[in-house]
C-alpha cells in the first residue's frame, strides 16, 4: 500500500483546511486508516483513526470535535476535515495504515504498516 497525503497549507486561526490521503491497492476497505502530526521537535502524535468500513472513529481530545475524519472506500481516500484551526495545530499531519479485519483505536505509530509522505499545515494567529 503506497498512501499519498495532500491539501495542507497556509490558514489564520480559526480557518479550516481538509487533508486527503489517497491509497492504492485493492485492500484498502481492509485497513484501519490512521492520522497523526509531528511539530519541530516533538514526537509524532496520534489525532484520529476510522475503521475500514468508516463506521467506527476515535479521535484525541484536543482535536475532538473540531477534527472529522471520514473515508470513502470508492476511491481509496481518507479525509481530515480541520476546523477552528490553532497556531498549536501547526505540523507535518501523517497518514497511515494498518492492515487489519478488527478495529480498535490504534493510536501508536508502531500499530500502523504504511505510512505517508506527510503535508505540511502552517497556523498563523
Known sequence: ?????SGGGSVQAGGSLRL??????RTFSRHVMGWFRQAPGKEREFLSSISGS?????YRDS???RFTISRDNAKNTVY?????????DTAVY?????YTFYYNVYDRVSEYDYWGQGTQVTVSS
Open 63 to 65: 482535536v475532538r470535535g
Open 80 to 88: 481530515l476535515q480541520m476546523n477552528s484551526l490553532k497556531p498549536e
Open 54 to 58: 468508516g463506521d467506527s472513529t476515535n
Open 94 to 98: 501523517y497518514c497511515a495504515a494498518k
Open 20 to 25: 486527503s490521503c489517497a491509497a492504492s491497492g
Open 1 to 5: 500500500v503506497q498512501l499519498q497525503a
